[in-house]
């Protein structure tokens, strides 16, 4: 289907859209009728004016809009740029893969060797040069120059390998490239909205060339995993983040957008060091903070009113009321708090399945009272209320420790504004192992970034109270892990149900092998995003988030169980991703936010609508 075709029959829609009444516009109704009702649409117009306009207008400039139209022949991309711009367009460029025809019309013939090599065989190259690769870093350096060069292959190459290239791509290895990001950088990638740039923004985002945005990740780098202020550096996290939505849950490449809040830093080692990229002043803090990040959110909404915004790796002090301030007015999340309650929760309910007991009669205790921490106690306090606990009832069962020890209501006057609904009216200890002893706790959660705090003292003073302990040992990088996979195995012999924040190997202990299940966030938010997305939700919901969670806890089969795996295997994570976009629809309508009209079938609904990296055929225009 060539690109005059394409204009032709929206022409012919445009005419129809003005007077359906009228003998073509009929005709071109009752042509593409049942491709708009499949697609969820509510007439064949509204059809033509969201899906046709996106393939026959918008990509004469290059970009690579959604196809969701499902006519029997593919799509056909109108390109008007030639020779080498489209080599140096990396969503343009296919390397070698160029059939001999585009090599004639885009004249690229003379300009990539000879032989047209097919995308499965470009995977292999990149894969084989990949595993030559010495160090984690250069592993990360290698995906990235791919990335920055062809995007298909890129993503191609990405869900081919998921469960192997994650680790790369996000945790652990991105806290890595994010530490070394000046001295890495070879191409810019997203936006940065700097300090010096205040009262530009709204210009500013005007010079991103893509008209359609879904998703934005943006951070200010403050906390960036268990590294603390990488100030710019913290792009890497967005960077990483937005592939993760695109290979995870098929959200198209040129939908997304990195964003780096650039408000400086507090690191005098960034400050120092010639390379840094960012503002090298002390962080912006209070109303200047604030207005910064409102400046922002105005500009991108202004341009893009739809855009779903994940704010991502903001302190504490700015995490929870960014949320709040926020999670009403725009479709926005924040992945810390939810996303990593949600993923944690599905985790807890995939052990419950082993030990046949009910959320509502678990007590837990956290080490680490933070945004992660504080975000995990909310989403199970939600299970808890599901299951008929009143709010008040279910925070009785959760002890949160934090760098003092034990937060009780004697330390209210110092107590951050989150942590204050968990406060306990018991005594005071500031041991981890004391607290353990008192509460016999059926599940201890570590989002600390203090490694190995989970000592083996405090796993077998829990195991002394409950016969399968649930222990997640959550913080990232692997560095910080609370305890190891092969620790909590060997020092409850067996019995564990664990997970952990970055991966571990499989451990064989008493003669069985055990293979750890990582609560990684990517199970999570790029399926929660999706659906936001599709069904254009004028909200991101905490309903949302539990109904993600149990969808995910429902895909662990038993036979993952048997083995310890809370988490179904990563190589499904297209099929998790859709499933829960699929139940963040449903809430969507549940609750009167969704925008579209419910179309028959959510998840064929939704699998219909997911990015897959494959080359199209091209047409010089």
């Not at 491709?35 to 990509?59: P, W």
């Not at 999670?327 to 949600?342: K, P, S, W």
């Not at 201890?444 to 040992?473: D, N, W, Y």
């Amino acid at each position: 289907m060539g690109n005059a075709y394409l204009q032709e029959e929206f022409s012919k829609a445009e005419a129809a859209i003005s007077s359906i009444s009228s003998k073509i516009g009929k005709a071109i109704q009752n042509k593409y009728q049942n491709v708009a009702l499949n697609k969820g649409y509510g007439s064949t117009q509204e059809f033509f004016q969201k899906d046709l306009r996106g393939i026959s207008g918008g990509l004469m400039n290059s970009s690579i809009k959604r196809h969701h139209i499902d006519l029997q022949d593919e799509p056909v991309l109108p390109v008007s740029k030639r020779g080498t711009e489209i080599l140096s367009d990396p969503l343009l460029n296919k390397g070698t893969g160029f059939p001999d025809s585009e090599r004639d019309e885009l004249s690229l013939k003379g300009l990539v060797p000879p032989q047209v090599v097919s995308i499965d065989d470009q995977v292999r190259r990149v894969m084989e040069n990949y595993r030559r690769k010495t160090s984690d870093l250069e592993r990360y350096i290698h995906l990235e120059a791919l990335h920055d060069r062809n995007e298909t292959l890129y993503y191609r190459v990405l869900l081919e390998y998921i469960d192997e290239l994650t680790p790369i791509i996000y945790t652990p290895v991105v806290g890595q490239a994010c530490q070394h990001f000046g001295h890495i950088y070879r191409r810019t990638r997203g936006m940065y909205f700097s300090s010096s740039n205040r009262g530009h923004f709204r210009e500013m985002v005007k010079n991103w060339p893509e008209e359609e945005i879904d998703i934005i990740v943006v951070t200010d780098g403050s906390r960036i995993l268990g590294l603390g202020d990488l100030g710019s550096n913290g792009m890497g996290i967005s960077i990483g983040k937005l592939s993760l939505y695109v290979g995870c849950a098929g959200i198209y490449p040129s939908k997304t957008l990195p964003v780096m809040l650039d408000v400086g830093t507090n690191n005098k080692d960034l400050q120092n060091d010639v390379f840094y990229l960012g503002e090298r002043n002390d962080r912006l803090v209070g109303e200047e903070f604030d207005g910064m990040v409102e400046e922002f959110v105005n500009a991108v909404t202004e341009r893009w009113p739809e855009v779903l915004i994940q704010f991502e790796d903001f302190t504490n002090d700015h995490a929870f009321p960014l949320l709040e301030r926020y999670r009403e007015r725009v479709l926005c999340f924040n992945d810390d708090i939810q996303g990593t309650g949600a993923v944690t929760l599905a985790g807890i309910l995939s052990g419950l399945r082993v030990t046949g007991e009910r959320l509502s009669k678990q007590r837990f205790v956290f080490l680490g009272a933070g945004s992660a921490g504080v975000g995990i106690a909310d989403m199970i306090v939600s299970g808890m209320v599901e299951e008929g606990m009143s709010e008040s009832e279910a925070r009785k069962q959760f002890w949160l420790v934090d760098s003092k020890g034990l937060v009780t209501q004697s330390r209210i006057d110092e107590l951050a504004v989150h942590k204050i609904p968990y406060a306990q009216n018991g005594e005071f200890v500031s041991s981890l192992q004391q607290v353990v002893r008192q509460v016999k706790p059926t599940a201890l959660i570590g989002v600390s970034q203090q490694a190995g705090s989970f000592t083996e003292e405090v796993i077998k003073e829990m195991q002394s109270h409950v016969s399968r302990p649930l222990i997640m040992a959550l913080s990232n990088p692997t560095s910080q892990s609370e305890c190891t996979a092969e620790q909590a195995f060997r020092w409850t012999d067996g019995q564990v149900l664990f997970a952990s924040g970055s991966p571990f190997s499989p451990v064989t202990f008493g003669g069985k092998v055990f293979v750890p299940g990582q609560g990684n966030n990517m199970y999570i938010f790029p399926g929660v995003g999706l659906g936001a997305i599709l069904c254009n939700s004028r909200q991101v919901t905490d309903s949302m988030f539990y109904a993600a969670a149990k969808t995910l806890s429902a895909l662990v089969t038993p036979e993952e169980l048997e083995v310890g795996k809370l988490y179904p295997d990563l190589k499904t994570i297209r099929e998790i991703s859709s499933q829960i976009a699929a139940a963040v629809c449903e809430v969507a309508f549940k609750e009167n936010l969704a925008q579209i009209e419910r179309p028959e079938d959510l998840l064929n609904y939704v699998k219909q609508r997911m990015y897959q990296p494959h080359y199209l055929p091209y047409k010089a225009v």
